[in-house]
Nanobody, 119 residues
Framework: QVQLVESGGGLVQAGGSLRLSCAASGSIGRINAMGWHRQAPGKQRELVAATTSGGSTNYADSVKGRFTVSRDNAKNTVYLQMNSLKPEDTAVYYC?????????????WGQGTQVTVSS
């Protein structure tokens, strides 16, 4: 099992910044990718940003140029730096880790952290 603990959400005005953190612990094994999704009320969960073990990154078009995903491999932690926040970024943000341990690949999710951007 893998446990994910998220932090850094909150309320911010439009144009402001927030930094989310997500620390993984437990049976980590080999991490294939870590990233962030978000879900706004009445909408489906969507990918925000992800980073692979090889260092490549992937972003939703809506956040390119504003958000940056990074990872500290030594701490098994993934970060999401969010700048120039917009009201439409308001959502619950979930981190996830894709890992392989004992030959089994699985994806784990955090409990979610609320990000609210006021206009």
């Amino acid at each position: 099992q893998v446990q994910l603990v998220e932090s850094g959400g909150g309320l911010v005005q439009a144009g402001g910044s927030l930094r989310l953190s997500c620390a993984a612990s437990g049976s980590i094994g080999r991490i294939n990718a870590m990233g962030w999704h978000r879900q706004a009320p009445g909408k489906q969960r969507e990918l925000v940003a992800a980073t692979t073990s090889g260092g490549s990154t992937n972003y939703a078009d809506s956040v390119k140029g504003r958000f940056t995903v990074s990872r500290d491999n030594a701490k098994n932690t993934v970060y999401l730096q969010m700048n120039s926040l917009k009201p439409e970024d308001t959502a619950v943000y979930y981190c996830n880790v894709d890992r392989t341990a004992w030959g089994t690949r699985a994806v784990y999710w955090g409990q979610g952290t609320q990000v609210t951007v006021s206009s």
